[in-house]
């Protein structure tokens, strides 16, 4: 191997130049760049084995200027260099694609021995993060960590089926995604702590509302107490507050002793605006759900077909009586309102494979709960049914129903399915379930 080069992006000339010395004085061959825009071209141009980054530059920050990079240059090694040491910068980088983050004002020794653990191929470094290939090498996989409504029902009678609140991990195309973080987020934390060992947990984590049994449990995910770990947490603005503050709000002196900003994770709370989005390749839509508040559902679409998740949604029948006793509408008016309602719900889970459905009541109870916003077991049958769902998850178990009752349930669902002559697959959302979904190259081989 020849002599091997660095470019070191710096907008500090002195800076620059004492960086280039120690580099030239131990043989290396210097380029150099003052700004973000004119290192990305001089990286492409001769690609360096190592680049030295700094943050805080004018055009292209740091962040973006590895992010360009790592897309386009994989072999190279990216150490970012900054003059402050906050835990979120250093986390960026690392996402953004450094392999390396240094603080001001570093040393030959410091340089020597971080670009020697870099450059060295073998024994291979523990990897930065869950990386797209190992997570997308085997077919999405949806694993269930709490199944429950309301509140969590720990005991003998719901065993089987499972007493922790809402949280669904979902495995697909290289990313993890977390559907709510209710009180079984906290299993799914240490078994990812468990899986990964020293590596970067990154995931996403969607949150379909914020009543209590969709985010209680995010204040005990071991994850958000690490700092190496990337959470970004994503869900739509409440009625009266901000996701932010909601989720701040559960965590404040009077009901928890950590403040959510205490935690060392690269935590990030993102305000979802519009109702699709993307996490890498995963297409993502959300449909506000017919629940109190601001709560909505999410559809992932993977490669091998379709994930959605409606954990908390009423039918539109008492909106369609409220609507016919309201004086000026008749009852045909009210009829055709509700009745698109129910049609852009059942657009919303047209042809998913798996579909994860609020099936709370019986249909007995849900007499007794209109307008508490969720579903009653025969309502959430024929809605799957006309979206041909392929296969159904009734979740969010009501506290009150025991693991006997659920299987009743079941039975009864997969009767009404019977009688329809349709092929849908029914089960009851159970506790440490593993739902495997086919790739299509693998559908065709059968
Ligand atoms: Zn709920
Ligand atoms: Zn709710």
């Avoid at 620059?16 to 825009?37: H, I, N, P, Q, S």
């Avoid at 809605?383 to 039975?411: G, T, Y």
Wanted: net charge negative; with cysteine.
């Amino acid at each position: 191997m020849g002599m091997p080069s660095v470019l070191i992006i710096e907008d500090d000339e002195d800076g620059r130049r004492a960086v280039a010395k120690l580099f030239a004085r131990a043989d290396w061959k210097v380029f150099e760049a003052a700004d973000g825009d004119s290192g990305v071209e001089l990286a492409l141009r001769n690609r360096p084995e190592v680049i030295l980054c700094d943050l805080l530059m004018p055009k292209s920050n740091g962040f973006q200027v590895c992010r360009t990079i790592r897309q386009q240059l994989q072999p190279t090694k990216i150490i970012v260099v900054s003059g402050r040491d906050y835990a979120v910068d250093r986390a960026s980088a690392l996402e953004a694609g450094a392999d390396e983050f240094l603080l001001k004002p570093i040393t030959w020794e410091v340089l020597r021995e971080s670009i020697d653990r870099l450059l060295t191929p073998i024994p291979e470094r523990p990897r930065a993060t869950t990386s797209p290939e190992e997570l997308g090498s085997v077919p999405p996989r949806i694993k269930l960590w709490g199944v429950r409504g309301s509140l969590p029902v720990p005991g003998p009678t719901t065993i089987r089926y499972g007493g922790n609140t809402s949280c669904v991990e979902v495995r697909a195309d290289g990313e993890l995604i977390v559907l709510d973080a209710g009180t079984g987020i906290r299993a799914l934390g240490l078994a990812l702590e468990k899986e990964l060992g020293p590596g970067t947990i990154k995931l996403t984590l969607l949150i379909t509302h914020t009543h209590w049994d969709h985010i209680q449990g995010l204040p005990f995910f071991p994850p958000a107490y690490n700092s190496k770990n990337l959470i970004r947490i994503l869900g739509y603005e409440g009625a009266r507050a901000g996701l932010g503050a909601i989720l701040a709000g559960q965590m404040e002196t009077p009901f928890f002793p950590v403040s959510l900003h205490e935690l060392p994770s690269h935590l990030a709370i993102e305000e979802l605006k519009d109702m699709e989005l993307h996490i890498g390749t995963v297409k993502v839509q959300a449909k506000f759900a017919n629940h109190p508040g601001i709560c909505v559902g999410y559809r992932l679409f993977t490669s091998a077909g379709s994930i959605a998740y409606m954990p908390d949604n009423e039918p539109y029948e008492p909106l369609k009586m409220q609507l016919a006793a309201q004086d000026g509408i008749d009852g045909n008016e009210a009829r055709n309102f509700a009745g698109a309602e129910r049609a852009k719900m059942v657009e919303f889970l047209r042809d998913c494979e798996v579909a994860i459905l609020d099936a709370q009541y019986t249909d007995e109870e849900y007499k007794k709960h209109m307008g508490w916003g969720h579903s009653s077991l025969s309502s959430v049958v024929e809605l799957a049914l006309d979206a041909n769902v392929k296969r159904v998850l009734l979740f969010h178990h009501d506290p009150s129903h025991d693991d006997d009752m659920i299987d009743r349930m079941v039975e009864q669902a997969r009767e009404l399915v019977r009688k329809s002559g349709k092929a849908m697959v029914i089960e009851g959302a159970r506790e440490g379930a593993e739902i495997l979904l086919e790739l299509p190259a693998q559908r065709q081989l059968r």
